[in-house]
């Protein structure tokens, strides 16, 4: 049973301490076995929570918790953020001749924004809001083919300040549809990185053809009609061999002994043979 | 008696056709609900994901272009949602990992790209959308978060900018937007995607090295890739459970 | 903006390695090593307090009260470094709001507001009460209204009452040292718990933030009471002075061995990062790690408390030795958690390069806003002892 109680201090003062002033004519309060200061921190704690929730209950963002530990309305302002790109199947609604042809073109697996720059704009409103469209350009194309060594291999490269300098690159190559004019006449043109290691290597004199079987499909589906690889020993054994007479300075090795089941390439690396 | 019978069946009868034709149409109606919650059930189980083929990136950097365009990402090269590395190893161990402004411009021969380079290549980074994301677990006040359909987001209003989740992303997809002071990061485009577009990075990449579809759709470029490739993930020992799947993904990658 | 770019343009030329393009910018600076700082002194010097009471080391009453009220100064000053940290420091009640259970950082709403208010404050309120109410019966004017207020009006001053307010002190120091515990290793959990940054996600880092905490809160005590009894020109309790060394020693001697024990862990696993995290101890950190925490802030320490603690010194010199060994001290425990925090963000997380930490001296995050707030709480201690004194001479007994 709490038994509050309210009685004057006076009871209290074994001090006999002069009271001045009202500041010392306070109360005592009692709740129960807590004492008096642990009534008065108590009334103050109190006080304090029941702020913290009303203030909780004003603030908290209203859509909060209904998806989970987040405000869900950020996701609708997320989402209604500005499209940039249209994507190239709104540019070939209007545009369609130009997407018929690079649909068959070797630039089919590039969106029409790659090089015109972000479009959505300009399919919102086609007079003011004109898309990119580079003329006399030779670096528009430098970034996909400049050559880089670390570019895999079987993509066509150039080396700008060498190839047909000061042309811009539309002169020869229709962006739709690029296919050079003449077709290159070394494999170098998409396999550089390895025909320029294998110019400073001992096979230097060797072309691509002597030990690559290339089928004429091989320019316009590269990956599906891979060149093939030689699939005999005997087959490097005709310079590297120890009954061989075609290339008297080449290293010749007896074949039977060497290498065990392995082909020759599957150690060595042709197009680097002393790397 | 038999006139309340008669009454009574009457009654029954003229009763039969109305509760029929109710209880029919109550079937009807659950029949289409059901139909109406599976299909809800489907978009709501849309679970996105991206895969990267390295071996077709040509380090470019279109992707890093086209998302600063697409996003308002700031220009300056502190500040990416996605970004391109270029791995060189030598024959000797060494291994050189550059990526010169994320690879906005591409990149440029060096001196370095000799006969004693072993392999070279390009990987494409971004936010691996993760399915334990360890940024989403940190955030002290509930500012970024997985949706549904399994993005993470970043809501830039509540967002107190403690930079704790930028600490905590083990792949440094996050920053600090300098105007607004508050967290930033890829977000695979989720307004695009919502609308049934693809991410800018995939949209203009020129190789189809990026690919982007709902994990759990039965045909989409991704789901080939899935089928056909091992896939590799960034960190796997961390178990952040990404959604950004890479195949031919090198083990010097970081 | 423009100076922001600018200085991080300037960092880009001294980057070694490969970091990820977004790891230019280092996002905890010297006022997220101030926050770890600060509450590892209120720790320690609470830790402290409860010696006294809860474990009855008498030798160190007389520096009880003070402990109590440093702890105060410094809690108070605390959340003042995250604030002007954060990005919107306007948004911080979030955290009240609407904190995300998982995350180390929202504790910090709780454990503070828990601490400052049902630990500290009510411990000194306790503490105090029986003096306050005398004090607001004595005094005239202002003071007297002040300690009114501040014993919300309590007059009673029975044996009963004040038998209670100790059994009240008791209890809340019994609560508060793990309480203490919470408050600072919690701090190193949120650093501890990042399995993205090696450095830093580890077991032992909370348990090393407490122990350094302990260390640095003791020493700042003894460092207080010296300098605090010579300002009143009072004699100094050497038995008071001995005590707090031992303690010191001991704690400086778990510290080390933590520490020790952290970093023969990490080169015995030899795990993948180990490559990268000695780059970062040998070219980063050889200064701030290995001359200024270990040579400085412990072995140094340690050996001028052993001498003093085991040889017979006259008193005069064994006070200076104390007073040195603990000023050391804080010097090493301020380099402990530079070197946490900010070495924690010199490297990639690419694990294959370095960057470097820009400290400005102007703006909010620069070196003299930080000078500024470690004054400010001798500022608000200042403050307090006018309020409360902790003397003995003060006491109304």
Redesign the interface.
Known sequence: MAKIGLYRPQQYRPFGLHTVGSLDGGFVLRIGRFPDQVVRVGILLVAAVIAMVLIRERFV?ES?GE?????AD??P?????????A??LICIDCHDEQGAIKSASY?R???C??CH??SAAHAEDYESQLPVVERDSRTAC???H???????TG?PQIIEQLHNPPQPCIGCHDPHDPTPPEIPGSCAACHAQIAR?KS?SHHFQLSCETCHETSPEHLQSPRSFLPKRPTSREFCAGCHGTIADAAPSAPQVDIAAHGDRYLCWQCHYPH?PE? | MPREYARREILIKLMEFPCSALLLSLCGLQEVEATAERADEATAEALYGMGIQV????????CVA?CK???DVPE?????RT?V????IH?DGR?????P??GI?????RQE?G???LR???VP?LCNQCDNP?CV????????????DGVI?V?S????????C???????????D?????ADKC?FC???I??G??P?CV??C???ARVFGELTSRASPLRRMMRMSELQVLKPS?NTEPKVYYSKLDGEV? | ?AE??ER?ESI?GQIS?????????L??GLLVVLYPYITGLVAGAFILASLEKVFRVKEIEPTYRLSLLTALAFLLVAPLP?LA?????E??F??F????F?????M?GFVYAWYLTLVLVLEIWFEYRADMVRWSQGEKGLKRVLHWVLSLGSRDLSPAAVAFDRKAVFTITVIGIPSAFLLHGYVGF?FG?????PWWSSVLMPIVFLFSAIVSGISLVLILYYVTTMMRRKPLDMACLDKLSEFLLYALIVDFSLELLDFIHRLYESEESIKILSELIFIKLGLSLTIVQILLGTIVPLALLAVARFTQLPAELKRVTYFIAALLVQVGIFSTRWNVVIGG?LF?????GLTVYKLELGGMEGLFSSIGLLLLPFLILFVLVKVLPPWDEARGE
């Open positions: 963002p909060f998806l989970g530990h987040y405000r950020a996701i302002t997320i989402e209604s953020q500005a499209i940039r790109y994507g190239s630039h697996t590039l969106t924004e790659i720059g972000p430098l970034p996909c400049q050559y880089l060594p670390s570019r895999p993509f290691t400073v680097f790397g | 071996d077709k990136c040509i380090g470019c950097g279109s086209a365009a697409e996003n300056e090269p502190f500040y990416f970004w590395e270029r791995y060189v024959d291994v050189q990992v550059d990526s402004d994320g411009r591409g990149f440029t021969s790209d006969a004693s380079v070279a290549f390009f980074k360890p677990q940190v955030c002290p006040v509930g500012a970024t978060f997985k949706t549904e987001l809501d209003d509540y967002c107190i900018g403690c930079r704790y930028i600490q905590a992303c083990p792949y440094g997809a996050r920053y600090l300098p105007r607004t002071k508050t977000t989720y307004h695009r919502k609308q577009l693809l800018a949209e203009v020129p190789t189809q961390l970081r | 903006m922001h770019f991080l880009l390695g490969y970091i990820y393009p977004n790891e230019i910018e996002h905890w995250l940290h954060l990005g919107h420091p948004r911080s979030e955290i709001l609407t904190p995300q998982r995350s180390a950082m929202a910090f949120i718990s990042v399995k993205a940054n963000q990639s997380k690419s694990l294959r």
